[in-house]
C-alpha cells in the first residue's frame, strides 16, 4: 500500500523525526487511545488511486504504473509547528524518484498539487485538543514490488 510505504519513508527521514518523533506518522487517523510522541503529528490519506494501463507494464503486480493522489496533513498545536512539519516535507518530495524502501514500491514521480493550510474545528469534549493543519497534496506516480 503506497500510503504505508510513504509512512514508513518519512519514520526514515530526520527532518520529519525530529518534529514528531520516531512514532509520530500515521497511515488515515490517529487510531483510537493512541497519544503521539509529540504534539505534532502527520496522517497520511490516499484520496484515489488508478492504475495506468502502459506499453510496457499492463497490470501486471511488478510492473504496471500507478497513480495515487495523496494528502500528507501536517498537525500541530500552533499554525507555526504545523507550518514547519509542511516545510520539512515539502523539500523531500520535490524532484523525488525512486524506492520508498522496504520492497513495497518504486516512485517514478511526485507532483505537487496543493498546500492549503486550516485549523481544525474547535473539539465538543473537555479534554479534547484543536490542531492546525497543513495539508500537502501530491499525485504519486509508482510501481507496486510486491
Known sequence: MIDAAIRSW????YQVTNLV???????????QNTTPASPNFIVVSVISKDENITL???NVPSGGLF?????IDCKGRTRAA??????AITPLFRNFSGSLGGGLETVNAVESIGDANAKDPDPLYAGDQSFFRRTLSYQVY???LA
Open 142 to 144: 509508482y510501481r507496486p
Open 21 to 31: 518523533g520516531a512514532t509520530g506518522v500515521f497511515v488515515d487517523d490517529v487510531p
Open 10 to 13: 518519512l519514520l526514515t527521514q
Open 67 to 71: 497513480t495515487a493522489e495523496i494528502d
Open 56 to 58: 510496457d507494464g499492463g
Open 82 to 87: 504545523a507550518s514547519a512539519l509542511g516545510d
